[in-house]
């Protein structure tokens, strides 16, 4: 009795031990996932402050392409700038869709039961949108610049052809000077008429290089 006594102590002893590993194993398994968890949240923030930050850029330059397309349509023909005024639509569109895609992405990742990489897939798409916004932004600017820099080029042309009109005058016949000049002068309107129309002034302008050239005047 004594033995069975001490064998059913040693099997409770050994119960315990087991229970208490599991316990442990237990706490350990839910410790273990309490961290996954933490350091996922903290990647998931991260990940949607980011793409909020670039949100809130994207949106700054949205306001400032309204502006460089109001300075186009001031200062050239539509044919100018037609493609430029589609896709600033577009941009528009793409930023309000990617403000949507963040908060949906929140909402997801604070639902248990939503998997979490429906929240980075939205955040992954609004990256999308707002790069769109952004590259639209640095185009935008640059057809400005590219439209600006002919018309500073065309202002220069003018001068440097006055200039050798002027110089050789006298070598050319009444007909063939008023014939040139006419061109020169419609070119110098063209430059004071807003919105211009740069690429008819180019041609006119080639058209007199041609026509000078033509009289035997070098340099035109």
């Not at 069975?4 to 410790?31: D, K, L, N, R, S």
């Amino acid at each position: 009795e004594a033995e069975t006594v001490v064998e059913a102590e040693t099997v409770v002893e050994a119960e315990t031990v087991v229970e208490a590993e599991t316990v442990v194993e237990a706490e350990t398994v839910v410790e273990a996932e309490s961290v996954v968890e933490a350091e996922e949240q903290i990647r998931f923030e991260q990940n949607l402050k980011q793409a909020q930050a670039d949100l809130q850029e994207a949106q700054t330059n949205l306001s400032s392409q309204t502006q460089v397309l109001d300075t186009l349509k001031t200062r050239y023909k539509q044919k100018h700038w037609a493609e430029q005024a589609k896709q600033i639509e577009k941009s528009h569109y793409c930023s309000q869709e990617a403000e949507q895609m963040l908060l949906l992405a929140q909402r997801l990742f604070e639902l248990p039961q939503a998997p979490s990489h429906r929240a980075y897939l939205n955040i992954e798409r609004s990256q999308a949108k707002i790069t769109f916004v952004n590259q639209f932004h640095h185009s935008l600017a640059a057809r400005l610049q590219t439209l600006e820099t002919e018309e500073e080029s065309l202002k220069a042309d003018l001068k440097h052809n006055t200039d050798i009109l002027r110089n050789n005058q006298d070598g050319l016949a009444t007909d063939n000077l008023k014939s040139v000049a006419e061109q020169l002068l419609a070119v110098r309107e063209g430059l004071q008429a807003f919105p211009l129309d740069l690429h008819r002034l180019q041609t006119e302008m080639k058209q007199f290089k041609q026509e000078l050239a033509e009289y035997g005047i070098p340099d035109a």
